[in-house]
DNA sequence: GGATTGGCTATATCGGCGTTACGGCTACAC
DNA sequence: GTGTAGCCGTAACGCCGATATAGCCAATCC
């Protein structure tokens, strides 16, 4: 966090310009060197690597990023603000598809942890649906999913020559992966109740904890409760 | 089609192999010519670019794709097949990742079909859905959508270092995307008759056409029936 | 039958790239 | 003042994509 070289800073800058301007995706060292009007060595000594830059660069697109989605989610419906972010996030793709690519494609041998901090986003946005009782599986494996279907949207969206019938496929999309995601809002599906409870209690102990347990009494319930919501893991 | 070419064959094999074996899903020109002993200028003859060569190796890849499912599809219920398709796919990109990537990653300046391909395949299939009276919304329009979840699917299973998890996550997206594509098999969900009727006879007309009307009344027959499922194109 | 010509090949080369060894510079320690 | 340690730019290395050039071989034509 404590990113106060601004050396560093104008050097990942560039070539994130030079990323979003070249024909092909591609950036080359020297160039990012000389416009900001230091040799090649420094970027080594900075960076260790292209690829080092590359993954601060994309970690400069995660702040971004964050930024972008902490200016946002201020309603107090947690749905509508996980709504929010798949719009939020198909914008983001749309306004910098070569940095979406280089955060969210897998590079071989990236360091970069764009993706995961963007899926922990994802994961705290759901843990607040759970606490209301909104979500019908584990936010991990939402966040999983949902990051999944966004991507691939988004993705498409890239590929294709930005035809007429962008937001029809987008929310059809978040729909679709929503739906099989959530509880149904108007009536009150509860399938499996104690599920359902179970996965929001945990989500609750998330958000704020507890003074009524003991630590250690908590952390036995959150056991249990994983139990519950994660049959597999015996 | 008529791909005789045993040198142009030996070259993308080649290619592919050092890109599925390289560490960075990289490929050098010098290389793969030194592999089937020739010198460079043939590949530039025959390819004219390495863009070019990266193109054939996509398309090549297609075609095993295609001849993997082609394999596959044989039972009479094409909703099954659709369900075998989403698996096959997803062993595909197991299989190649490097090879995946390359086919359904956007790639600036690509003139490579496979994606497209790899799409009408899926709409294929997806007709003869339709013509079940399987489907709830176009093909085209069924199509995007799950073939954007299936690559976002793959895409983050390629990223992750092959966790536990995998194919639960792959089934739910599939039922996720299915269930908001097809309509549900228990009970018959008719929420709109008149507009998954049309969808269906569009879908037969696609499959076997008709001897009852004149060309030019089918034709307009079509024209109206895509007025009935685009209601949003005039 | 021998000269010619056109297609195809390999050699050699160019410019650009990522990366690094090396020498010089500055700023501080004693 | 002198030694020293860290930092920087210059220059170079090796690799890559792409190409100009020259040689080869076979078919063709007089």
Redesign the interface.
């Known amino acids: 966090m404590a990113e106060t070289d601004p050396l560093r800073a104008a050097m990942i800058e560039a070539a994130e310009r030079q990323l979003a301007s070249s ?3 591609e950036v080359a060292t020297r160039a990012v060197c000389e416009a900001v009007g230091v040799s090649q060595p420094v970027l080594y000594r900075l960076f260790g690597d292209k690829r080092g830059l590359l993954d601060a660069v994309a970690d400069h697109g995660y702040e971004r990023y964050a930024a972008l989605k902490a200016a946002q989610e201020q309603t107090g419906d947690p749905v509508a603000d996980l709504h929010a972010g798949w719009d939020g996030h198909m914008a983001f793709a749309k306004a910098n ?1 070569a940095l979406y ?1 280089l955060m ?3 590079r ?2 990236s360091h970069s942890t764009a ?1 995961d901090r963007v899926m922990d986003l994802l994961v705290a946005a759901l843990t607040r649906c759970a606490a209301a009782g909104a979500l019908k ?1 584990e936010p991990q ?1 939402a966040a ?2 949902i ?7 988004a ?2 969206h ?2 294709r020559p930005a035809l007429f ?1 962008d937001p ?2 987008s929310h ?2 978040r ?3 929503f ?3 959530l509880t149904t809002t108007t009536a009150q599906n509860d399938a499996d109740p104690l599920y359902t409870a179970a996965l929001r209690l945990h989500a609750q102990l998330d958000l704020a904890g507890t003074e009524a347990l003991e630590p250690a009494e908590t952390a036995l319930l959150r056991r249990w409760l994983e139990r519950i919501t994660q049959p597999g893991r015996g």
């Open positions: 024909s092909d995706h598809p690519q969210f494609t897998p071989p041998w993706r599986v494996t999983r999913l990051l999944s279907a966004n991507v691939g949207t993705l498409d890239i590929a019938d029809a496929l059809r999309m729909d679709a992966v739906s099989h995601v």
